[in-house]
């Protein structure tokens, strides 16, 4: 699969490694930009506030997949009232979303497949965008869940808030987190 990612930081920079080391062709753009045309998939990967400019700075996305793992921190509004990012760049790309990656902190992506039982990523989505996050949610390490249509982004960003508290709140540090049945525990 041919991946652009937008940002090249935590998040954007261990996904482009761990998605190239699993034998996609991987282009990451940064702050100047760039061109998208030749992706199948782009990976949004910038800071909220960030998110407008960094879509302007990208040629080729209209139509493409996106999965869009930014997190709206401090109660910070999604891009010209939308209820989340995820549905502004659906309105900004024209093409299938998602709201991917963002409920996972990216200095633990590398561990992810070294566990007994992976951690899982949850996701959510237009139908057209389900293939292509499962697919790279398995071969970064992680097991998909999805969690509903792309009307539930804003809830999901939200989570992203109350994920942090948790970590900051416990002794344990950052986590990943699996959702399981009794039998599986």
């Known amino acids: 699969m041919k991946i652009t990612t937008i940002g090249r930081g935590t998040i954007g920079g261990t996904l482009a490694r761990l998605w190239t080391?699993?034998?996609?062709?991987?282009?990451?753009?940064?702050?100047?930009?760039?061109?998208?045309?030749?992706?199948?998939?782009?990976l949004?990967?910038?800071p909220n506030g960030a998110v407008p400019d960094a879509l302007r700075a990208v040629t080729g996305l209209e139509g493409k997949v996106v999965l869009d793992a930014t997190n709206r921190l401090g109660g910070d509004p999604?891009?010209?009232?939308?209820?989340?990012?995820a549905e502004y760049?659906?309105?900004?790309?024209?093409g299938p979303t998602a709201k991917?990656?963002?409920?996972?902190?990216?200095?633990?992506?590398?561990q992810a497949a070294t566990g007994?039982?992976?951690?899982?990523?949850?996701?959510?989505?237009?139908?057209?965008?389900?293939?292509?996050?499962?697919?790279?949610?398995?071969?970064?390490?992680m097991e998909p869940v999805y969690g509903g249509p792309l009307d539930r982004a804003?809830?999901?960003?939200a989570f992203a808030q109350m994920l942090i508290t948790i970590t900051q709140?416990?002794?344990?540090?950052l986590l990943f987190y699996r959702f399981a049945p009794p039998d599986q525990l």
């Open 78 to 85: 999604a891009p010209d009232g939308y209820a989340s990012v």
């Open 89 to 94: 760049v659906k309105a900004t790309t024209g």
């Open 44 to 46: 949004l990967a910038v």
């Open 100 to 110: 991917a990656f963002n409920l996972n902190f990216g200095a633990l992506f590398e």
């Open 154 to 157: 804003a809830t999901q960003e």
């Open 21 to 42: 080391s699993a034998g996609h062709e991987v282009t990451e753009l940064g702050r100047a930009g760039g061109d998208a045309s030749d992706a199948d998939v782009v």
């Open 116 to 141: 007994e039982r992976r951690p899982q990523n949850l996701w959510v989505g237009d139908d057209a965008a389900r293939a292509t996050v499962e697919q790279l949610t398995r071969d970064m390490g």
């Open 169 to 173: 709140d416990g002794d344990q540090g």
